[in-house]
């Protein structure tokens, strides 16, 4: 049988909260002290690890305080400091235009709307998610990292490519105090037991809930039929995984 989306919502709290029993002190890995410091480690976290962030972060944040320093930095400067995170260049021209237009337009203050977190040079909906949830505590939707495209889809809760439709799919599912917090579940669980390409399903907290959508031997979990179609759903395609492009 078809899941229908009532089973499915339920289905997404119950896993919500074993992930949440599992992780239960999930929350945003890169450092940081302000919202500045959060947008600019989130910015650097575009195809990087956090633990690469992180390592970057406490020169970067002592040479540069607030977002006059960033914006005045030139940038052969700034890009010495970011080099080791990968996309150097544009991340660097991102932080300086990001912190001119925070000048300019913010008396260098980090905004607190979705619409001029856009604005920014090098910030789309994940990191504008990040830092209003995280800063401000205003959640306006869910941010879509890689972990969190990969076990979505292996978890059947969205068949979207794009992270603006994943991100779509993820606040129909959930309730929008979980928005947030998914995100930090969903990293952590990537890290621990779901690890991309390898995942440990035999140990997994959530495995009986889980459709591993794309995972071969997955043809006797409880709730598929024989073809491999979750709850009757349509026959499981392959699943690769996804590359965030570089957010330049
Ligand atoms: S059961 Fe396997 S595929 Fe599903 S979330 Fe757990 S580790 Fe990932």
Not at 143 to 158: C, E, K, N
Request: hydrophobic share 35%; proline share 6%; with cysteine.
């Amino acid at each position: 049988m078809k899941e229908t989306l009532t089973e499915k919502k339920s289905r997404a709290k119950r896993i919500v909260s074993l992930l949440s029993k599992a992780y239960p002190a999930a929350k945003c890995s890169l450092h940081h002290k302000n919202p500045l410091q959060l947008l600019i480690a989130t910015i650097l976290s575009a195809q990087c690890t956090d633990a690469r962030v992180n390592l970057v972060t406490p020169a970067l944040f002592k040479r540069f305080k607030t977002a006059k320093d960033f914006a005045g930095a030139s940038q052969s400067e700034m890009e010495k400091y970011v080099r080791s995170t990968g996309f150097y260049r544009n991340k660097a021209k991102n932080i300086r235009a990001s912190c001119k237009l925070l000048v300019q337009k913010h008396n260098g203050s980090v905004p607190r709307t979705m619409e001029e977190m856009l604005e920014l040079p090098g910030v789309a909906r994940k990191t504008a998610n990040i830092v209003l949830g995280n800063s401000y505590g205003v959640i306006e939707g869910v941010p879509v990292d890689t972990h969190a495209i990969r076990i979505s889809h292996l978890l059947g809760w969205s068949k979207e490519k794009q992270q603006e439709k994943i991100e779509r799919d993820l606040m129909a599912l959930l309730p929008r105090k979980y928005w947030l917090k998914i995100s930090d579940l969903f990293v952590h669980h990537g890290r621990a037991v779901c690890i991309a390409r390898r995942p440990r399903c035999g140990e997994c907290p959530i495995s009986r809930l889980c459709l591993k959508v794309g995972i071969k031997n997955n043809l006797r979990m409880p709730g598929f039929s024989p073809m491999g179609a979750p709850f009757g759903g349509e026959p499981l395609g392959g699943y690769s995984e996804q590359l965030i492009p570089p957010r330049v």
